[in-house]
T-cell receptor, first 115, second 115 residues
Framework: GDSVTQMEGPVTLSEEAFLTINCTYT??????LFWYVQYPGEGLQLLLK?????DKGSNKGFEATYRKETTSFHLEKGSVQVSDSAVYFC??????????????FGEGTQLTVNP | GAVVSQHPSWVICKSGTSVKIECRSL??????MFWYRQFPKQSLMLMAT?????????EQGVEKDKFLINHASLTLSTLTVTSAHPEDSSFYIC???????????FGPGTRLLVL
């Protein structure tokens, strides 16, 4: 079945450090891939997405590239800020499915950025 | 992006009472809504999927008589926790999606505390 695996957290960085959160997936065909962010006490917000191989999603300085050959969608940011402290979830929807279909989530990675 | 609201954001109730949580898609029609439960420092657990006008589909292990879901319109779904007990205390999050949405959009969550 389909699954998403994220790097284990928590991740603690200093402000302006480089961030990578690894995400790999298992799915039939080419799913759509997403990164969601959850700030403390809040619901999830869509951070970025990619719907086909080699697509790069980007938003707020974060980037992730859909790598078919490695079945990966790693999240990166060149210089993190304290305000980026949150939990980050990688997720997928199966190929051909709409947003009316269930998302498969990774376990989430807690990021803490210290000043 | 699309907006999904939840009400209430916080609820405290006595054991044995029932609590209703509303999930609304404010600027789009959601053919499908999802209800999740999230425990501290954990990922989201899908409880059920509801399609407008039809019965909800519950995940294995979720008591349908305990967690009543109604999706009466394309913009509103409700989750009623019946005869709530302390073990039902949790963070409940809804999301909404559909044929014309690029992804699911999440509500801000409802924190339930049962005393």
């Amino acid at each position: 079945g389909d699954s998403v695996t994220q790097m284990e957290g928590p991740v603690t960085l200093s402000e302006e450090a480089f961030l990578t959160i690894n995400c790999t997936y298992t799915a039939t065909g080419y799913p759509s891939l997403f990164w969601y962010v959850q700030y403390p006490g809040e619901g999830l917000q869509l951070l970025l997405k990619a719907t086909k191989a080699d697509d790069k999603g980007s938003n707020k300085g974060f980037e992730a590239t859909y790598r078919k050959e490695t079945t990966s969608f790693h999240l990166e940011k060149g210089s993190v800020q304290v305000s980026d402290s949150a939990v980050y979830f990688c997720a997928l929807i199966l190929a051909g499915e709409t947003s009316g279909s269930r998302l498969t989530f990774g376990e989430g990675t807690q990021l803490t950025v210290n000043p | 992006g699309a907006v999904v609201s939840q009400h209430p954001s916080w609820v405290i109730c006595k054991s044995g009472t029932s609590v209703k949580i509303e999930c609304r898609s404010l600027d789009f029609q959601a053919t499908t809504m999802f209800w999740y439960r999230q425990f501290p420092k954990q990922s989201l657990m899908l409880m059920a999927t509801s399609n407008e006008g039809s019965k909800a589909t519950y995940e294995q292990g979720v008591e349908k008589d305990k967690f009543l879901i109604n999706h009466a319109s394309l913009t509103l779904s409700t989750l009623t926790v019946t005869s709530a007990h302390p073990e039902d205390s949790s963070f409940y999050i809804c999301s909404a999606g559909g044929l014309f949405q690029e992804t699911q959009y999440f509500g801000p969550g409802t924190r339930l505390l049962v005393l």
